[in-house]
């Protein structure tokens, strides 16, 4: 895919995801109160924001930015996050088994907004696809942390840890879908604008 010339417009690919993300959350928590209350140091809000802020980030480096931008997006937004997430529960966590971590899904994350959400072939499911290979992919990402922190992982974890992963991305691919429609449709409004502007000044030279 070729990179478009950025504009502030492509901030909607990060803006937008991360207000519906939101929303969506509280939906989902049913209260305020809920959404925002922490478990084990992290609360759902911020994790919902964080990751999707993440998915945000990766779609407007992969629109926007050169090759090397998107790269450094991909390596240094998962340490980030860790630091942050060692911070916020206590650093009961090994901080290069976590960055490790991340930076499996964030890749992994990147490689499914590739085959799908920026996939011509996709573009009618792009959503509902993007939303279930993230959803497996989040939960493998909990699976196997569990195991660094041994942590037991029932059957029961793998379906409620799935449908949370799979709330959570529909929205996030919703977001991303509203984002992409708004900064098209604009394009495509000045590209005809440009168009018009150039048949004037022909027909004024003649």
């Not at 809920?34 to 779609?59: D, P, R, V």
């Not at 041994?150 to 691919?173: C, E, Q, R, V």
Request: charged fraction near 15%; aromatic fraction near 14%.
């Amino acid at each position: 895919m070729e990179r478009t010339k950025l504009m502030p417009r492509h901030l909607l690919l990060i803006a937008v995801p991360l207000v519906v993300a939101f929303l969506g959350g509280l939906l989902f928590s049913g209260n305020f109160n809920s959404f925002m209350q922490e478990k084990g140091g992290i609360s759902t809000a911020q994790q919902f924001i964080g990751i999707s802020l993440l998915c945000g980030a990766l779609a407007f480096s992969w629109k926007c930015l050169p090759k090397p931008f998107s790269w450094a997006i991909i390596i240094f937004s998962p340490l980030l996050l860790a630091l942050l997430t060692i911070l916020k529960t206590g650093g009961g966590q090994n901080l290069a088994i976590t960055f490790m971590l991340n930076l499996l899904f964030t890749v992994g994350l990147w490689g499914v907004l590739q085959l799908t959400f920026f996939a011509k072939s996709m573009l009618k499911i792009r959503t509902a696809a993007f939303a279930l290979l993230a959803s497996v992919l989040l939960t493998l990402y909990f699976r196997v942390l569990f195991i660094f922190l041994k942590i037991p992982f029932s059957k029961a974890d793998w379906t409620t840890y799935f449908m949370n992963a799979l709330f959570l991305f529909i929205f996030i691919g919703f977001g991303l879908s509203l984002a992409d429609v708004s900064i098209i449709r604009k394009e495509v409004e000045e590209a005809k604008r440009q168009k018009r502007t150039q048949e004037d000044d022909e027909t004024d030279d003649q």
